[in-house]
């Protein structure tokens, strides 16, 4: 029989040992407690809970809205760790912060950061203080490296049809179906425009009323209609954010409106997610607008940019989108303030929201086609350097779509909307361009050595889809193209210069494990007949049946093996195991292996013999890995005037390990 252990702990056995026997048991410890279940009573409303996405794989932020200015906190553990639906008193706590909402809101804002998660564990949250938490959510997390997809979603913006619950439910089959069908996507990501009207809290209730949004951790993007009061930051807490004035199209992060830059790193993605509300670059220069957006994303790629493989841009104004946006002044001046710096800066791919269709650009570098000879629809690109792949994305609830538009005379210069002259009937930027009038979601699979992109349709003509259900045309066929076929899919392909680049993938190292066992059979540990010395006491002498250890932990932490003996009995006939001796050895020496000090029966030294824990080997920090097989003489010494018989003990024997 063996025991092994990853964890600290400590493993007791029980080895029989007598006159004439010997016999293996096996004991195991273990400890637990519970924290006290949450009142039932719940006196302060908690709501709005939304997880969102935190600075690396490791973290996570919760953000929610409460009725009260209380103290609260997000409660964490793994949901193995909880027992009938109640958390550990082992569960981790991290404070919230936040302040009162703005007026239309009512009630306030906290949010919390949950740092030190594990990979690959699912993990049960609750929010809120004694006597008044939130139910109980759940999320998993997976490998901190290698591949990964995300879903982007464009414009839900709750309300815009006129009927909020109808946008509501488009929004939450959307989400449903995503998942459904990409259970292991590890973040949701935003184009903006959540809401139709930045302060309506009914709104807010409806785009929040998905359970995904906290299973998954989402990366919001902040559009137009969410610019135009705090409700947005109340509602979101991102990391690593730049709230300063140039980021907020009022120039007053203090003001009515919400703002700000931010960044994270997922796995190989470098994320960048900017508010493009405040753009207006100023007659005479500064940095402000566009040209602080810039700024701000070209320290974050100096900083950063050697931390991923793939640069990813979010952000809501579609530059390269096909329809009613198509050829507003602002995001004409977008291309003009942005795209030869993304090119410069190396891009990956450019996610956008705003115009309620579908496309997916050309390579675009420098503000022009990168290969002119590039394919509409290819499923295939090789940018190269410089090229930027510009994708918008379609209403993800059906609230509202905007019809593509024909191109137009002003050719296809930085600010021109032209025709493609390989496909006229579009833009001459776009690859591809699609509205149908049906809910779709962007898929996007990150890989080693390419990015997998798929527009995929979350819905048909039927409901739910608010924008038809009140009258727009659907040119969707369910049998053809029903829920989750694809409308297009590209793979692209890295840059690798004119040299080879290598690659290898590295896996987490085995931990290892530290254990003993018996070595070979575990017979009787026979003494057998003491023999007579001096007229006095009573002797027998054995050993005791190897132990081998192993300990092949990259931690290399101490170890020890002890033993203690418990009394010897032959019916009601006793004595104590103080009178059995030893002098431990080594067999076979390694894994740090260093023998116990001999220890003298009672008999010799009126002491307690291997009555107590007595060391039979250990191992000191830092020790090599290996086995080691122990052994140890027993010597038994016992007065004369014990009574005849056939006497048992059993040796506990215990392994430490940290």
Known sequence: MSNKTRAPGL?????????????LGAAVAVGSGLGTAASAADPVSLTGVILGVGADESQRVLTWYSSADTAQKVQLAPTAALVNGEFPATAAAFDAIGG????????????????????????SYRVGGDGAWSPTYSFQTQDFEGDYDFLF?????????????????????????????NPNAELLVSGGDHVESANNESQWTSFLAPDQLRQYPVVATIGNHDVGGKAYEQHHFTPNTDRSAPYYDNGNPAGTKSGGDYWFVYKDVLFIDINSNSYAVPAGGGNV?????????????????????????????SIYSPASHATDTDN???????????????????LQGHDHSYSRSYAIKNGQKANPDEQPGAAEVFPGPGGVIYVTANS???????????????GTGIRG???DPLNPDSYWYNSVQNQEHVRSYVKVQVRADKLVLENLRSGTCAAPNASVEKGSWCYNTSEAQPVGSIVDKVTVRPYHGSGQDVQVAVPNPAPGEFGWTIDGYNGLVDLGTAQERNGTFFEATGNINPILVTDSRRSLAPWSISASAGEFRDGDKTFPGAFLGWTPFLLDAGAGAQPGAAVLSAYDDQGLGLSVARGLAAAEQGHPRGSAKLGADLSLKIPDSVAKGSYRATITITALSS
């Open 100 to 123: 009162a909402n703005i007026a239309t809101s009512g009630g306030y804002n906290r949010h919390a950061t949950i740092t030190s998660l594990k990979e690959k564990t699912r993990y």
């Open 11 to 23: 493993v007791r056995r029980r080895l029989a040992v007598g006159a004439t026997a010997a016999l």
């Open 289 to 317: 607008g566009d040209s602080a957006h810039v700024a701000y994303i070209t320290d974050v790629i100096n900083k950063h940019g050697a931390q991923a493989k793939w640069k990813v841009l979010v952000y809501h104004h």
């Open 396 to 410: 993800a609830s059906g609230s509202k779509y905007y019809d593509i538009k024909k191109p137009d005379a002003t």
């Open 153 to 181: 979603f464009g414009d839900p913006q709750i309300g815009s049809s006129g009927d909020t619950l109808k946008d509501q439910a488009g929004w939450e089959e959307t989400l449903k179906v995503a998942t459904a069908a």
């Open 417 to 419: 909307n032209g025709p």
């Open 332 to 350: 004409k001046d977008r291309r003009e303030h942005f795209t030869t710096a993304f090119s410069q800066l190396g891009i990956d791919m450019v």
